[in-house]
């Protein structure tokens, strides 16, 4: 009986782990066509609109690793006490696929995809301070179980992975004064939203 359940509990997690990276290449896939699809949009006129250094760096663009992004909303982080971090974290049905310019190899930009019914959809592009953060951290990381976490209204992301004890670590994806951090830094989770908790109960801005 013992033997069965656990061959069960193991095809249970094949199928999981299987339909997980299936999703994160449709994710892939999906950006790449937009990708095709941008070229055709930007052009000598409004290329720095987009961020671009020039018109053509546009054709030297591909999608490069794709990551799970979720959100830590502040109302769940004012009231943090330390402890469990899993509960504050909620899915927002997001990922996000870094783009890299293939000539260089430099991570260039970040698109931003919401999963709606069975396929992914185009949310957003940016060459943005996150996208450079990703591109300059330990690459070893980017292998293991690593995932995007944002706090929004705090315009603060983090970059989270489970170690070999099964704690979930935070990586600074800015430098920040406020958090004493610069990127690439590694903390438990636990330490950085405990410093953020005084900054989410001054804040009176838009709750996300």
């Given at each position: 009986?013992?033997?069965?359940?656990?061959?069960?509990?193991?095809?249970?997690?094949?199928?999981?782990?299987?339909?997980?990276?299936?999703?994160?290449?449709?994710?892939?896939?999906?950006?790449?066509?937009?990708?095709?699809?941008?070229?055709?949009?930007?052009?000598?006129e409004?290329?720095?609109?987009?961020?671009?250094?020039?018109?053509?760096?546009?054709?030297?663009?591909?999608?490069?690793?794709?990551?799970a992004?979720?959100?830590?909303?502040?109302?769940?982080?004012?009231?943090?006490?330390?402890?469990?971090?899993?509960?504050?974290?909620?899915?927002?049905?997001?990922?996000?696929?870094?783009?890299?310019?293939?000539?260089?190899?430099?991570?260039?930009?970040?698109?931003?995809?919401?999963?709606e019914?069975?396929?992914?959809?185009v949310?957003?592009?940016?060459?943005?301070d996150?996208?450079?953060?990703?591109?300059?951290?330990?690459?070893?990381?980017?292998?293991?179980?690593?995932?995007?976490?944002?706090?929004?209204?705090?315009?603060?992301?983090?970059?989270?992975?489970?170690?070999?004890?099964?704690?979930?670590?935070?990586?600074?994806?800015?430098?920040?004064?406020?958090?004493?951090?610069e990127?690439?830094?590694?903390?438990?989770?636990?330490?950085?939203?405990?410093?953020?908790?005084?900054?989410?109960?001054?804040?009176?801005?838009?709750?996300?």
């Amino acid at each position: 009986m013992k033997k069965s359940i656990f061959i069960i509990f193991l095809t249970l997690a094949f199928t999981a782990g299987l339909e997980a990276q299936n999703s994160m290449e449709q994710a892939k896939q999906e950006t790449s066509t937009f990708l095709k699809s941008l070229s055709t949009t930007v052009n000598a006129e409004n290329y720095k609109m987009f961020g671009f250094s020039s018109p053509e760096d546009v054709g030297q663009l591909e999608a490069g690793q794709v990551f799970a992004s979720s959100i830590i909303p502040l109302d769940r982080l004012k009231k943090y006490e330390g402890g469990d971090v899993k509960s504050l974290i909620t899915n927002v049905n997001r990922v996000s696929c870094t783009v890299i310019n293939r000539q260089t190899q430099h991570t260039v930009g970040l698109v931003d995809l919401e999963r709606e019914k069975d396929r992914f959809v185009v949310k957003g592009f940016a060459n943005s301070d996150l996208s450079n953060a990703l591109g300059r951290i330990n690459k070893e990381l980017l292998k293991q179980n690593f995932s995007i976490v944002r706090v929004p209204s705090l315009n603060t992301n983090f970059g989270s992975f489970t170690d070999a004890d099964n704690k979930m670590k935070f990586v600074s994806l800015q430098n920040s004064s406020s958090l004493h951090s610069e990127i690439g830094e590694i903390q438990p989770a636990e330490d950085f939203l405990k410093r953020l908790v005084p900054m989410a109960n001054e804040y009176n801005g838009l709750p996300w």
